[in-house]
Nanobody, 126 residues
Framework: QVQLVESGGGAVQAGGSLRLSCAAS????????VAWFRQAPGKEREFMAA????????HYADSVKGRFTISRDNAESTAYLQMNSLNPEDTAVYYC???????????????????WGQGTQVTVSS
C-alpha cells in the first residue's frame, strides 16, 4: 500500500496561484498513476488531472485544462498540481489519489482509485 499526504492549500484571491503537493510513502512511487480530485460543498467529487507512472503523460478535465498542470518527481516520491488563474469556482477540498493503472483506463475515465490522501482546503475569494 501507499500513504498520501497533501499540502499547499490555503486562501488566495481570484487570479492568483497555488501549488499543491502530494507526498507518498510506503511503496515504490513510480508503480502508481497519480491523480488530483476536488470536492466543493454540496457537489460530487470531480476529477481534475492524472499523470502517468514514468513517461510524462498527463490527462486533464476540460474544466481545468490550460490553467492547472500536474507533474511528479519520482525521486522525491511527490506529485504536484500547479494551479493558475484561480477563480471562486475552484474553491473545494483537493485530494490526491493513486492507483497501479493501467493508464488507458484512467484516460477513459474508468479508473478505480485505491489510495487517497486526507485532502487540503483551497479557498478562492473574488
Amino acid at each position: 500500500q501507499v500513504q498520501l499526504v497533501e499540502s499547499g492549500g490555503g486562501a488566495v484571491q481570484a487570479g492568483g496561484s497555488l501549488r499543491l503537493s502530494c507526498a507518498a510513502s510506503g511503496r515504490t512511487f513510480s508503480d502508481y498513476v497519480v491523480a488530483w480530485f476536488r470536492q466543493a460543498p454540496g457537489k460530487e467529487r470531480e476529477f481534475m488531472a492524472a499523470v502517468s507512472k514514468k513517461f510524462g503523460l498527463s490527462h486533464y478535465a476540460d474544466s481545468v485544462k490550460g490553467r492547472f498542470t500536474i507533474s511528479r518527481d519520482n525521486a522525491e516520491s511527490t506529485a504536484y498540481l500547479q494551479m493558475n488563474s484561480l477563480n471562486p469556482e475552484d474553491t473545494a477540498v483537493y485530494y490526491c489519489a493513486a492507483d497501479m493503472g493501467p493508464w488507458s483506463v484512467v484516460v477513459d475515465g474508468l479508473g478505480s482509485w485505491e489510495y487517497w490522501g486526507q485532502g487540503t482546503q483551497v479557498t478562492v475569494s473574488s
